[in-house]
């Protein structure tokens, strides 16, 4: 299960490697090398134990190869039966496969999260064959909200305040049913 570089008009999504260390701690702040040596050699490790391919990849411009974002699936363990749609409610701890995005300010606003995770997002329903998958954020994150309604996501509210970062949840289905 290793995600193969997906290339859209503008972007490719591919895995991170060394050499992206700059790039990425421009985007996410310094003291990044573990992190990255740790999601370089994830892909094949997690891919060897037949574990779903989590982690971040880079957002790479094709005309000009500069990495100007991160997305990626990550393990989502929240209590999405709180949520007013739940098929199960209750405030036990439901696993689903979530995303990541972030865009470096210079590039954002030009659809650059939202064409990257339609990639991923397309790879995960068609290719992984993923049920669905979901995002969560704060409710003042207006930009990550933006990204989740252009993807075509249901948005709902956790009525409860707390975790700050499961606020707002938005979710695909595989039908695009929400
Ligand atoms: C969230 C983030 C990745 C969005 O990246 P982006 O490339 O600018 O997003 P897009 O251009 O694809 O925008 C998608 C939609 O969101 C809207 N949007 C983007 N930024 C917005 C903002 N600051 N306020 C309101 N709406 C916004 C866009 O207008 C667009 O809506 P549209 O389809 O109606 O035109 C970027 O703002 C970022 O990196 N933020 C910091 C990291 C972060 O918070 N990540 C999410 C963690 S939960």
């Not at 040596?37 to 134990?49: G, M, N, V």
């Not at 411009?61 to 949520?83: I, Q, T």
């Not at 939202?114 to 049920?131: Q, S």
Request: glycine share 10%; hydrophobic share 45%.
């Amino acid at each position: 299960m290793r995600i193969p570089p997906l290339r859209t008009p503008r972007l490719t999504v591919r895995e991170l490697e060394a050499g992206d260390l700059a790039a990425v701690e421009e985007l996410e702040g310094g003291g990044r090398e573990r992190w990255l040596r740790w999601t370089a050699l994830s892909y094949e490790q997690l891919a060897d134990l037949r574990q779903p391919p989590y982690g971040e990849r880079g957002i790479v411009l094709n005309d000009s190869g500069r990495l100007v974002g991160l997305v990626g699936l990550v393990p989502s363990l929240a209590p999405f039966g709180l949520l007013p749609s739940w098929p199960e409610p209750g405030r036990r701890l439901v696993p689903e496969v979530g995303l990541y995005w972030s865009v470096a300010p210079a590039f954002r606003r030009r659809g650059i999260a939202a064409e990257a995770a339609a990639a991923l997002i397309e790879h995960a329903l068609a290719e992984l064959g993923l049920a669905r998958v979901v995002a969560t954020t704060e409710r003042e994150n207006l930009a990550s909200i933006g990204v989740m309604r252009r993807l075509g996501m249901r948005v709902e509210e956790n009525p409860e305040p707390e975790p700050a970062w499961f606020q707002v949840v938005g979710i695909l289905s595989h039908d695009r049913q929400g």
